[in-house]
């Protein structure tokens, strides 16, 4: 399996290639964004998808069903180790920062691994306030998951499209009062497999959801 280095240089490669688009706000539209034995090994961690009902538009809804690359995650599978590191590496956070302006000193690493069952959905919202950035790397592996990448929208809620949603593409924005984003209702035949990766103000109380919670961006 690919290691923390490969990883990162993966990612690397990905950021350079990266699609950006001003409209209706900064985003980056992302290819490849991980190695393709690492995008495989995500998906195939022996955690099952969660039953769950409505959402009521919130991933919070169900916080005890939630998974992430904590400390405890990190120890067990390789592969979480692996993109842990990876972004925790100075080399990824000086090339993110450098792509997309922001400073990320201070902060800390949250990487959440979602599994959405059909009946899945998220109301518009902007991420803006503890998250100082996002990315969505989407991981299911199905001609029709080209469909099911993360809303967007405008000032006024209008949607204006969706993010491509195949294998290993994704999505960076960085969190402001604009960033309107969602998943609007939609059949899944499978399960919408993806991982997000935030940094996050130094003041996020939930610390098991963190990968180094001792270890902010330095």
Not at 10 to 37: E, G, M, N, Q, V
Not at 58 to 87: D, G, L, M, Q, Y
Not at 187 to 192: D, F, M, P, S, V
Request: glycine share 6%.
């Amino acid at each position: 399996m690919s290691d923390s280095v490969s990883v990162a240089r993966a990612f690397s490669d990905c950021l350079d290639r990266a699609k950006l688009d001003t409209h209706p706000y900064r985003h980056w539209l992302l290819t490849r964004a991980l190695p393709d034995d690492i995008a495989h090994a995500i998906p195939a961690l022996p955690v099952d998808a969660p039953q769950i009902g409505d959402t009521l538009g919130k991933r919070e809804t169900h916080n005890s069903t939630r998974n992430f690359f904590s400390v405890e995650n990190r120890k067990h599978f390789p592969v979480c180790e692996a993109v842990a590191s990876a972004f925790q590496s100075p080399e990824t956070v000086r090339h993110l920062e450098k792509v997309t302006g922001i400073s990320l000193r201070g902060t800390s690493l949250r990487i959440e691994y979602c599994q959405d069952r059909d009946g899945f959905w998220l109301e518009p919202h902007t991420d803006i306030g503890a998250k100082l950035f996002t990315m969505l790397i989407y991981l299911s592996d199905r001609p029709d998951a080209e469909g099911w990448g993360t809303d967007i929208y405008d000032a006024s809620k209008l949607h204006l499209g969706s993010a491509p949603g195949g294998f290993n593409k994704g999505l960076i924005f960085i969190p402001g009062e604009d960033t309107w984003h969602g998943v609007a209702k939609r059949e899944y035949a499978g399960i919408r497999k993806s991982i997000i990766v935030n940094y996050v103000v130094p003041e996020w109380r939930a610390r098991h959801e963190l990968a180094f919670p001792d270890e902010p961006i330095a």
